[in-house]
């Protein structure tokens, strides 16, 4: 043997192999344990990070909605109003309940009283005050928030271009596009 070793000094006896094999069981013991350590860091920082982004945007969404809604309130000038306020707010149930598939017994909107109501609006400040009075409420289908608007647009192609016209006539552009 090269070196100076006999064949005596490189056969290890079994106590030797089995602290060898205990160490190398440790070892990769650990290496296993930080691997996972790792692995579940990155995988909570990725949690915290989609959780971060899903607060931010249903903030950006609720501030939205907030600033539509002022925006409605802010523009209603009560001499150019039609109806006493009790009507809009009872105008406003009668939509929300259009929308809701539970009330109407159909798994669609009841678009005749939508376009009855809608059809009711004799300017932009009547229209101001129905969405100011709708306010922001629950949609059935999917639980989330949505102000008049936003339940007006979701609906399907042709029922929005239909409540686009009616809108279009008192001066409400384009609120559904």
């Known amino acids: 043997m090269a070196l ?8 290890l006896d079994d106590d030797e192999v089995k602290k060898l094999v205990a160490r190398e069981a440790i070892d990769t013991s650990r ?12 995988i909570l920082l990725a949690l915290a990070v989609w959780g971060g982004y899903k607060i931010v ?3 950006i969404e609720k501030n939205k909605k907030d600033a539509e809604l002022e925006n409605a309130k802010n523009n209603v000038h009560s001499e150019n109003l039609n109806y006493p306020a009790s009507e809009y707010d009872s105008m406003a149930n009668s939509i929300y309940k ?3 598939p539970a009330s109407n017994w159909t798994q669609n909107y009841d678009e005749t009283t939508i ?3 809608l059809n009711k609006m004799k300017n932009l400040d009547d229209w101001n005050m129905l969405v100011y009075k709708f306010g922001s409420r629950t949609n059935a289908k999917t639980s989330s928030s949505m ?3 936003d339940f007006l647009r979701e609906d399907d192609a042709s029922d929005k271009q239909k409540y686009q016209q009616i809108l279009d006539l008192i001066g409400a552009k384009n609120l559904l596009t």
């Not at 100076?4 to 056969?11: H, L, Q, R, S």
């Not at 290496?31 to 990155?42: D, E, N, Q, R």
């Open 4 to 11: 100076g070793k006999t064949v005596k000094d490189v056969i």
């Open 98 to 100: 259009a929308f809701d």
């Open 147 to 149: 102000t008049l608007i």
């Open 115 to 117: 376009i009855s109501i």
């Open 31 to 42: 290496m296993i344990k930080t691997g996972l350590k790792w692995t579940g860091g990155a």
């Open 57 to 59: 945007n249903k903030l």
